[in-house]
Each structure stands twice: as structure tokens, then as C-alpha cells.
């Protein structure tokens, strides 16, 4: 079980990645006012000293606590802290981001040296936005001078200010959304004291709001943290460490992108060439800015040049770049102006080095336009690019580097792995593209619904049946038992995993199959889609209009298409507009090329589609000799 310390914005995030495991575990908050649904978390509230946490984490067999509460409840860090160490217990801290200290922000250590500080400066009117609980902490200054506190219109805040004998018409109420400039308008305060909250608690905004007014600001520092306690900065991170602490938890693991890794590895290999040293774990960042740590598994130091490799870990997706090795040297060069064509543009003053970004073996080039990339440039999309680039920069800009550098991603098993992919039919040649637009691989299937899959197939394979019916759901079996003579009884649903069904079919020597779907979901299978889950892909009416412009429709029967909400509607614009028929054509061309695809035609692939308005919609090359073989057996 996890325990999950909240009653903050990072507290409703882990309630989030807590709940995709589907598995109980505990959300403590102090007080009963956070509004939060936990889908299969146990919400309890209520303070706990480490007595009552310790006794709490032994009835319960807690096995992991996670600290997502306040950067200030000080006290709740130190009760986990010794209840981590009594019963020898993992902590994961699920800290906020915070933006850089500047020097015009007066900081101070604690609240003692703040009235040091405001005293210094012979501050006389302070607006404080510390919360109720530092009134106490605050009153040798705000006896001698004016103050104000903004604190939460609660009855609990007035009742509190009241006992420390501060003036009720001295308090200010925070209400949401409310305008920090417009508070500072009305009230004149000589300076604004805060606390370094972070960016969820609206650090950057009171600050701007006082700068902008020419205000200064005082800001208490976040008090430290234990050293042990497990540092994450985001959903990603978080998950990872659960995973990792307790691997059990989660149905399926989550991994990295090409994209991460070549990232991870740009950043070590510049890191060992500037410092001259071998890397073994890298720190980078996210998209989304969230810091995440990478093993590196080797690395190579030469005069002029570094390579680190990482090795791609795609979790329990699966995916066919897992395991590959993820190759980047780092050279220092020289960007003269007849070589900078190639150089990324991102400046070139003092401490902003030139840098190219190119591939090497096993990274495919672009061939055709269309894509993100131009004609003869490294298949690196732009997310992944952009996170090479900035952590390329600011390494250099950290280790004082100024001159050029080339960055060149090589994945030696790209070559081979690409013929698996679209690459080139996309016109993408000699390997896989860099790609990943959140850095991570997030596990798109769950593992107790697919093994159910594998478990029903090779029933019926044990039972000699070498040719499988197969329905995504309940419509296809009902449509099955009233329009169809194959016995309907004998088909095994495959909910939203297409793709994965064939490749288990694949492996068990399954000779072929038929699927009989309703034209909402398989639709999708006509873009390539092989999850048909709405959370994964959609794509139904793009899919649709792009087919019925090839039928010949009109430019307006395609606008409808899109501007329709079911399938259903989408099939009533084309019967209106005549051309129902050519258009499923089209899509029953595309859907046995794409399950063609998939299996590389080991096996013979089929569909029968339709729809619970206008019924059998069609079917595609292979459908009718399945159905034959089906019967036959």
C-alpha cells in the first residue's frame, strides 16, 4: 500500500497517477476542505504526529509514503521523515517547480529574519501573503507596524487570527482569480512579504504583480529537506519511482522515447567531453520541464570528442525499439560562416555556442516533403529536437563553453527496425525517426485484458481451430448471431487491441482471422490505428472526409463529414451525397492494407464492417475466403 500525503495541487496530481493503477492505496490530508476524488484511492484526513503515522503505515502494511504536501509543513516533513526511518519506509517527495532565485527578491531564512529584514529597510506597511499560520510568527513586527494579511475566507482563519490578537479589519480574504495588481492598487503596501511557494502556489505571479508596481519583496526561503527523500518534479517522475519501489504496483511499466534517450545521451556525452570525464547517470528535462535521470551505459572520450550510449527502455509497451542502443558523439568543432548552413539557430553571443544537430547511422533521412523536417535533413521530429538542443546549450553555457559543437544521434539497429515501421512509405530512408513529443512511453494496454485475449485463442487454436473470429465488443457478436452464418458463439472479443491480436495470432501459428466490427471502431484501423481506444486515437471523421473526397464527393459533403459527432451521421451525410458506397470501398481498401501491415502478411486478414443503422457496410479483399475457411473447419 502507498500512502499519499496531500492537500496540494501535486497531491491531486499523485491522486491522478496513483488511480492508473487501479489499485487501493491512501490519501491523507490534514483538514476536510480539498475537493478530490480518488477513483480507488481511501481518502483520510486529519493531522498525524509520528506516533500516529507510524501506527498508521504498521495496521495498514504501508509500503511506500509519498510527500506531496507544502513546501512549509515543516513539521509533516519531519513525521515522515523519522516515520521513513523507524520502519525503514522509501519516501518519494513530489516537490513543485520553482523559479530561480534573483537578487531582486530580498530572501530571507525564516521569519526572524524577515522582521530583521523589513526593519532594515524601514518598511512600515506590509501586505504579508504567509497564510493565517505565520500570523503568530509575524507579530513582533506587525505590533509596531501596519499589517496586512491576505488569508482564506474561512471561519477557521478568522478564529485563528482572532486568538493571536490580530485586527480582523487587517485581513485581507483570497479569493480565486482575483487580480494580485488590483489588491496592491487598493491597499499601497510599502512591500510584499512571501514565501517561496513554488510555482503552483503563484510565486512568479505576486512576485511579477509587486515588480510591475515597483514594490519590493520579501520572500522566506523553503525550508530544507531530508536528504534521503526520493526528489520528483512531475507525474512522469513520480510514477517511475512507484514503479521502481514498488514494481508490483502497476499493471504495466512505462518507458522512454528515442527521443529521451538521444537527449540523455547528447547531454552526457557533451558533459564527458567538456569535463573529460566517464558518465554513468544523467539528469535532463522533459518537454513539460520535468527532470528525469538516465542510466548511461557507456562512454567513449577521445581528443575532440565523446560518445555515451543509452539503451532504450520502452517499459512494457509493446514496442520495437526497446532494448536498442541510442548513440550520440559530441565534437567540439569550428562554425565558420561557410559551415554554419547545418548549425542550429540559436544564437551565437557570448556563452551561446553553435551547435549542429545531425544523424548518423541508423537515423533515417528525409527524402519527400511533407514532413517536419526538409529534404536530405536526420528524421529528428522537433519535440526531441528542441530537448537535444536546450540541454546541449545549457550544459555549455554551465561548463563555459563557447566554441562549435556537432551532436550526432546514431542508432545502429535503426536501419532494420525501420522496415517495420511507416519510414518508408513516408519516404524516410536508411533508419527509425527520433521521436516523443512528452519523453515518455506510456503503457497504452492493460496486461490483465490482453493475457485474457492470449488465454481464449489458444483454446480455441487447442481445439484446431487455425482460422479466429474475432469481435472488438458485444455489437459485433450480436451482429454475428443475426446476419451472419458463422457461429458466433465461437468468436473471441478483442476490445480495443487489434494490433496486439495479431501479433499474438502471429506467434501461436493462427493461419488467419476475420473481424466482424461495428464501423465506429474499426474505422480507425483504415488510418493505421491498432488501439481503438478513444483515450489513444480518434481520426473516425478525418478518416471518412479523406475517403469520401477520393469517391468523388464534394468539397462541402467533406465539411459535413467532419462537423458530425458519430459514425452514423458521418454514413447519413454520404448516402445523402450518393456516394456511401464508393467511400466504405475506399475504407475497406485501407483497412486491409493496414492489417496487412501489421502481420507483414504472415497471416490472412480480414473485415466485415457495418453499422447498427445502415447495417453491412462492406467488407474487405481477404473477408469472403476467411469466412469460407471458418466454416470449413
Known sequence: MILILGGTTEGRTAVKVADEAGKPYFYSTKGEWQEIQCKHGIRITGGMDTEKMESFCRQNNIRLLVDAAHPFASQLHRTVDETSRTLHLPVIRFERKYPPRTENIIWCEDYTDAIYQLEKAGTDHLLALTGVQTIGKLRPYWEKHTCWFRVLERETSITLAQEQGFPKGNLVFYHAGESEALLLETLHPQAILTKESGESGGFSEKVKAAQAAKIPVFAIKRPPLPRHFMIVTGEYGLRKQIEKNIPAFYPLRSGYTTGACATAAAKAALTALILGEEQKMISFRLPDDEEMTLPVSHTEIEKNSATCTVVKDAGDDPDTTNGILVYVKAEKICCRDSETDNCEDIGTGAGRPQIILDGGIGVGRVTKPGLSQKIGEAAINPVPRAMILKEAEEAAQEYDYEGGLKLTVSVPEGEKIAKKTFNPRLGIIGGISILGTSGIVEPMSEKALIESIHV????????????????????????????????????????????????????????????????????????????????????????????????GGPLECAREILKAGTTDEALEVLNRYGILRETMDIVMEKIQFYLDHRSYEQILLGAVVFSNVYGFLGQTRDAEKLIHKIQSE
Do not use: W
Request: aromatic content about 8%; charged content about 20%.
Open 456 to 551: 481464449e485463442m489458444k483454446q480455441h487454436f487447442c481445439q484446431g481451430e487455425k482460422y479466429i473470429l474475432v469481435t472488438p465488443g458485444n455489437y459485433g457478436a450480436d451482429y454475428l448471431r443475426e446476419h451472419m452464418t458463422i457461429p458466433f458463439e465461437n468468436n473471441i472479443k478483442c476490445s480495443n487491441y487489434v494490433g496486439e491480436t495479431i501479433d499474438m495470432a502471429i506467434d501461436m501459428g493462427v493461419k488467419g482471422i476475420l473481424f466482424v466490427a461495428h464501423i465506429g471502431k474499426f474505422v480507425k484501423v483504415a488510418a493505421g490505428i491498432m488501439n481503438t481506444h478513444s483515450h489513444c486515437a480518434d481520426g473516425r471523421m478525418e478518416v471518412l472526409c479523406a475517403s469520401a473526397i477520393r469517391a
